[in-house]
C-alpha cells in the first residue's frame, strides 16, 4: 500500500523554465512533508519542507505548495538548472510520534542545457 | 557539522556471511533512523533509536537483522546468514527531535553503504 505517491517517473525541461513535481498521498494522519534530492551512489539531501498548517513554503528557487483537501502537494523549481538534474522524492511524516519517514518512489528530473 | 557519516561505503559479501554497518550521526542529534533502498524505490524505514533506546522495528527487520546504538551515538546495523534480498543501499540518518512533538524532526542522511550479496 503505497502512502506516498510519485506517478510521473521522470520529467524533462529546458534549463530557464520551472519544474513542477508532483506528488500525493493517502494518509490523512501525516501532517509534516519533505523534498529530498539524491544523486546516484549519494544519500538524500534535504531540499525544503512544508508544515500542514501551511499551504506554501519558499526557499530561494524552490517553493513547495500543499493542498491538504486534496492530499496533494508540489515542488516548483524555478528557474531550472543543469545542476537541479537528480532523483526527487517526496516525503510525509506524522509529527509527535517516531516521524519516520514515509517515500515515495522518486522523480528523476533532468534539465537540458 | 561533518554530517551523517556511514562505513563502509560497499560491501559486496557471499550469501550466508554476516555484514556490519557504522552510522556515524551529527553529533549533537538524540534520534538515529536506518533505512533500505532497493533499484527503483524510496527509501524503506528500518529502525530507529532515540538516544541509546531502540524504539521501533519495522516489520521488514527480519531476525537476522540487529541494531544497536551504544551510548547514544553512533550505531550499527549487523545482518546474519546473508541472502541475496538483502542486496539494497543501506542509509542512516539523524535528527535532533524536540520534545513532546513541538518543533520539526528535519532527517538528514549519510551516504548510504551499498550491499552486494553474491
Known amino acids: 500500500d503505497q502512502q506516498v505517491k510519485q506517478n510521473s517517473p521522470s520529467l524533462s525541461v529546458q534549463e530557464g523554465r520551472i519544474s513542477i513535481l508532483n506528488c500525493d498521498y493517502t494518509n490523512s494522519m501525516f501532517d509534516y512533508f519533505l523534498w529530498y534530492k539524491k544523486y546516484p551512489a549519494e544519500g538524500p539531501t534535504f531540499l525544503i519542507s512544508?508544515?500542514?498548517?501551511?499551504d506554501k513554503n519558499e526557499d530561494g528557487r524552490f517553493t513547495v505548495f500543499l493542498n491538504k483537501s486534496a492530499k496533494h502537494l508540489s515542488l516548483h523549481i524555478v528557474p531550472s538548472q543543469p545542476g537541479d538534474s537528480a532523483v526527487y522524492f517526496c516525503a510525509a511524516y506524522v509529527t509527535g510520534a517516531n516521524s519516520k519517514l514515509t517515500f515515495g518512489k522518486g522523480i528523476t528530473l533532468s534539465v537540458r542545457p | 557539522d561533518t554530517g551523517v557519516s556511514q562505513n563502509p561505503r560497499h560491501k559486496i559479501t557471499k550469501r550466508g556471511q554476516n555484514v556490519t554497518f557504522r552510522c556515524d550521526p551529527i553529533?549533537?542529534?538524540?534520534?538515529l533512523y536506518w533505512y533500505r533502498q532497493t533499484l527503483g524505490q524510496g527509501p524503506e524505514f528500518l529502525t530507529y533509536?532515540?538516544?541509546?533506546?531502540?524504539?521501533?522495528k519495522s516489520r521488514l527487520l527480519s531476525d537476522r537483522f540487529s541494531a544497536e546504538r551504544p551510548k547514544g551515538s553512533f550505531s550499527t546495523l549487523e545482518i546474519q546468514r546473508t541472502e541475496q534480498g538483502d542486496s539494497a543501499m543501506y542509509l542512516c540518518?539523524?535528527?535532533?527531535?524536540?520534545?513532546?512533538?513541538?518543533?520539526?524532526?528535519?532527517?538528514?542522511f549519510g551516504p548510504g553503504t551499498r550491499l552486494t550479496v553474491l
Open positions: 540518518a539523524s535528527s535532533l527531535a524536540y520534545l513532546a512533538g513541538v518543533g520539526t524532526d528535519t532527517q538528514y
Open positions: 553529533s549533537e542529534h538524540n534520534r
Open positions: 512544508i508544515s500542514s498548517i501551511k
Open positions: 533509536f532515540q538516544n541509546e533506546a531502540q524504539l521501533e
